[in-house]
Nanobody, 123 residues
Framework: QVQLVESGGGLVQAGGSLRLSCAASGRTFNTYAMGWFRQAPGKEREFVAAISWSETSTSYADSVKGRFTISRDNTKNTVYLQMNSLKPEDTAVYYC????????????????WGQGTQVTVSS
């Protein structure tokens, strides 16, 4: 069982930056691939970024490539999402998720989810 708690969301102006954190419980965090997803009002949840358990492999949605960076610190059981050059269209609730396997871009592949943190980007 893995419990995930996101933090770091907030209100930021366009062009600004935020860093989201996701703290995980459990002793086997370093065996889980981790992902970030987001959901804007009236839209489906969409993939943002994912990282393998070993930190050696990452993937990003085209819409955030070059602006967002996913990373993890297995000694702290934490995964991060550094978001730079934020745009109003990045406004959404951001969720982290864990998967006991390789990284995936599909939300249905993930076994555990956090409660989400709101990110709002003003124009």
């Amino acid at each position: 069982q893995v419990q995930l708690v996101e933090s770091g969301g907030g209100l930021v102006q366009a062009g600004g930056s935020l860093r989201l954190s996701c703290a995980a419980s459990g002793r086997t965090f370093n065996t889980y691939a981790m992902g970030w997803f987001r959901q804007a009002p009236g839209k489906e949840r969409e993939f943002v970024a994912a990282i393998s358990w070993s930190e050696t492999s990452t993937s990003y949605a085209d819409s955030v490539k070059g602006r967002f960076t996913i990373s993890r610190d297995n000694t702290k059981n934490t995964v991060y999402l550094q978001m730079n050059s934020l745009k109003p269209e990045d406004t959404a609730v951001y969720y982290c998720a864990a998967r006991w396997a390789g990284r995936s871009t599909h939300s249905y592949d993930y076994n555990y989810w956090g409660q989400g943190t709101q990110v709002t980007v003003s124009s």
